[in-house]
């Protein structure tokens, strides 16, 4: 039997820009896969008036079980904001629109979050702000997220190389523990296990704290219900994402991309799981697919199969473009909606039927 091989050739080259559709020099199956930057509330510190300048190390003392020292909360506003003297009430300080950025003094009262305003403390509501990440922390090795200092109960285990946030910084009395957020969860980890990093560190897996098995292990749980058993192959040359038929299995490469449970690797995984549904279907005749695929194309570019195979994909899950946690997006597959004969088309493929 003949073998086929389909590539996605720099699905995840997430690199500021335009996306860009294969040049005349690249073959069927590649695609120029490009991220393109929303409003980042860290650019607006370099553009926001004096207040903009206020130290984040000035320490606030909160009161818990013990004395904890913590770094003053940092907000984006989600809305414009019009500050006031009162809650909700007194002399107005002025407005700021969404995206800017402001120091918090600790306070919060029925609804109402204080800020310094252009040098002079001011209410705003809550809901029209976004605390944000102050410090990250690294994980030297694998540690434990416990809920008090000094022990507690244990909410998760952290892997090694993994990021954190901490939207506060907060510290116990002796100073050993950080009290950090993962994973929606908020807890503390021991200082001598973490490291300090720059807040350019994106939060989440680094490139140690999966194995490869591990790591496509997890990858293989995004296309389990339609792909069991079909070995995903991890590849660690830059931009490799391929199905072949022969034998049946998928290769996908790590990377620059150290989370496997990432929304732009599932789409991209879910891609390749639609190629080898494609292969089942047509183990023999593959190029009658191809020429059906061509035909119901509305964008008639020659790449058919790959669009057919973005549909397959949507229909089994994918999110092709997203927001990603650093403000940008991010966009996978060959791009375009799926018309209606495509659509049909990729849910009889998934179903295990023959649509040509």
């Known amino acids: ?53 206020e130290s984040s190390a000035r320490p606030i003392v909160l009161a818990g079980s013990g004395t904890v020292g913590a770094s003053r909360p940092h907000y984006v506003a989600t809305a414009t904001i019009k500050p006031r003297s009162g809650k909700g009430a007194g002399a107005r300080l002025g407005s700021a629109s969404k995206g800017y950025t402001v120091w918090g003094t600790g306070k919060t009262s029925k609804g109402y979050t204080q800020i310094t305003f252009l040098g002079r403390t001011g209410w705003v509501r809550s809901n029209q702000l976004k605390r944000l990440v102050v410090a990250k922390y690294t994980a030297r090795q694998s540690t434990v997220l416990r809920s008090k200092a000094n022990g507690g109960k244990k909410l998760a285990t952290i892997g090694r190389d993994y990021t954190l946030g901490t939207v506060d910084n907060a510290r116990n009395k002796p100073r050993s523990w950080v009290r950090v957020q993962y994973k929606g969860k908020t807890g503390w980890v021991a200082l001598k296990h973490v490291k300090k990093v720059s807040l350019g560190t994106a939060v989440g897996p680094g490139a140690r704290t999966y194995s490869d098995a591990a790591w496509g292990a997890a990858v293989s749980k995004h296309i389990a219900r339609h792909c069991p058993r079909i070995t995903v192959r991890v590849s660690h040359r830059k931009d490799e994402y391929y199905a072949q038929s022969s ?95 495509q659509k049909r088309a990729a849910a009889q493929l998934v179903a295990g039927k023959r649509p040509a």
Do not use: W
């Not at 086929?4 to 073959?27: D, H, R």
């Not at 120029?32 to 926001?48: E, G, Q, R, V």
């Not at 697919?289 to 194309?297: D, F, S, Y």
């Open 247 to 341: 034998p049946l299995r998928i290769t996908l490469s790590r990377v620059g991309h150290p989370d496997p449970g990432a929304a732009p690797l599932k789409a991209v995984a879910l891609h390749e799981c639609a190629h080898i549904m494609q292969f089942k279907a047509y183990p023999r005749g593959f190029s009658t697919l191809v020429r059906h695929a061509e035909k119901i194309n509305p964008r008639r570019d020659g790449y058919g199969i790959e669009h057919l195979a973005d549909c397959m994909s949507d229909s089994m899950g994918a999110k092709r473009s997203g927001r990603l946690a650093d403000g940008s997006t991010y966009y996978t597959g060959y791009h375009g909606k799926c018309s209606s004969e």
């Open 1 to 53: 039997m003949k073998a086929f091989l389909f590539a996605l050739v720099g699905a995840l080259a997430l690199t500021q820009g335009l996306l860009s559709a294969p040049s005349a020099g690249e073959g069927p199956g590649s695609a120029a896969i490009l991220a393109m930057p929303l409003a980042d509330p860290a650019a607006a510190l370099s553009k926001a008036p004096a207040m903009q300048a």
